[in-house]
Structure formats: C-alpha cells, structure tokens
C-alpha cells in the first residue's frame, strides 16, 4: 500500500471512529433506552434510560426525573450504565492515542516504530470500547424481547419497546470497531511489513547459485 492510499485509509478510520464515539455517548446519556406508551386520558410516552427517567405528554412537555439510587435499577441497566461509561473514556482515550500515531503527522524516521505501537495501541482499545457498548445494548434489548412476548404476561398489559439509545449504541459500537479494524489494517499492509523487492531477488540468486554448486559437486 502507498503512503497516499494508507494516510486515507487512516483519516477514514479515525472519523469512522470519532462518529462511533458521539453516537455511543449519546446512547448513554439519551433517557430512551425502552419506551412504554400508554393511552390513558391523555397519550403518554415513558421512557427509561440509564440515568433518568421520562414522560412525554402528546400535548406537549417533557418531565424527567434522575434515578434516586444505583441500587434501585434494573440488573442489566446497572451493568450497562458501568460498561458504557467505561466504553465512552476507553473510546476517547483510543482517539488521543490514535491521533498521534497518524502517518500525517510529520516526526522525525527513528520515531516510525513508536508512531506504529500507538496505532496498534489506539486500534486494540477502539475494538475494546466498541464491545463494551455492544455487549450491554444487545443485553438489554434481548431481556425487551424476551418480556415482550412473553405469555405469562396478560395481553392487557403494557409492553416496554426498544428504545431510540439502542440504535445508537449498536450503530456507534460497530462503527467503532470499524474504524478501530481500519487503522489496524494500515499497520499490517505498510510497505515496513514487507521484503524489500531488491533483498528478495538477491536471496533468490543465493540460493540459486548455492543449489548449482551443490550440483557440481555432485
């Protein structure tokens, strides 16, 4: 891969990267995590998310209120809040690291091998955060499923439904990773991981002209 192709290649990484971690940050802090509508005297829209809760009226306003303890959320939402918080810094700390690895930026030739452990460094912490905000999301929307068609449950009552903060963790989570994959791959098909085309011409005429004397003496 030329030095242009693979600067590209970086960039698109980076801001397929950069994107994953604004979507990934708003699924933490969107408070629609499950919605549940109700059709009471007037239609209301609750929803429930990591950090708070809230109701939408269809006459218009919105009324939220925080969660009054840790202890007092669901198991799975507990987890979540914890893994995706920690997605979030891991994700902006790979985004640092990454930036600085960058074959943009103009250092001196004997800082080359440090540029490339940064990348590497940066692309193993963006696949790390973009499973941490994966593994909870899809947690979450399998135990709305699993409730949701459940027969024990009367047909009368409500049922909670995926939330909008579901689509962007798992939309963040894999663009993550996408781009974290990206950077990976420019380490891996940089021109320093292969045989220089002169040093493997010239090991081939050695060991050509080995087998010839060997046959010689024969």
Known sequence: MDL?????????????????WILTGTCNYLPDWKNLGLDL?????????????????????TQCKDFDSFLALPIEFRISRILVSTSNGLGLLSLVISSLGLDCLKIEDTEQKLKKQLLLLGGILMWIAGVLVLVPVSWVAYTIIQEFWDE??????????????LFSGWFGGFFIILGGSLLLLTIFLSSDH?????????????????????????
Request: some cysteine.
């Open 152 to 165: 024990v449950i009367p047909e009368i009552v409500p049922r909670w439904e995926i939330g909008d903060a």
């Open 194 to 218: 292969q045989l220089p085309e002169q040093y493997t011409m010239g090991d081939m005429q050695d060991n050509r002209q080995q087998v010839e004397t060997g046959n010689r003496r024969l």
């Open 41 to 61: 005297n007037e239609l209301e829209l609750w929803t429930m998310g990591l950090w708070q809760t809230c109701v939408v009226q269809d006459i218009g306003g």
């Open 4 to 20: 242009v192709h693979r600067h590209r290649l970086q960039l698109f990484g980076l801001l397929l990267s950069v994107i994953g």
